[in-house]
């Protein structure tokens, strides 16, 4: 299984990034996907999921409203649209995936596979 991630980069307050995060390697119709993101001295914390099989999301507090996450099933990819992006969205962001979840809701404790993370910077 591989997840790549792409897409981070630096950005200025209230600026918008996509990360993108291409799957291979086995089928994902069963799974949660999403986005975690670790900042510095911080730990993973939990950004989005989205289920593969219908598309439900679900969001962090902090991403409710700003962040999007979708799915491209033709691609084998999720997406993070990531819209009026403030300096505490610094961090590095990964993409996760969980067979066994139930829910869009991801648990760190739970990921089978992670992806290599991909830094996005706010500069104030």
């Known amino acids: 299984v591989q997840l790549q991630a792409s897409g981070g980069g630096l950005v200025q307050t209230g600026g918008s990034l996509r990360l993108s995060c291409a799957a291979s390697?086995?089928?994902?119709?069963?799974?949660?996907m999403g986005w975690f993101r670790q900042a510095p001295g911080k730990e993973r914390e939990f950004v989005a999921g989205i289920r593969w099989s219908g598309g439900r999301a679900y969001y962090a507090d902090s991403a409710k409203g700003r962040f999007t996450i979708s799915r491209d099933n033709a691609e084998n990819t999720i997406y993070l649209q990531m819209n009026s992006l403030k300096p505490e969205d610094t961090a590095v962001y990964y993409c996760?995936?969980?067979?066994?979840?139930?829910?869009?809701?991801?648990?760190?404790?739970?990921?089978?596979?992670w992806g290599k993370g991909t830094l996005v910077t706010v500069s104030s």
């Open positions: 996760a995936v969980d067979w066994e979840a139930t829910t869009q809701w991801l648990n760190k404790d739970d990921i089978d596979y």
């Open positions: 390697g086995r089928t994902f119709r069963t799974a949660t």
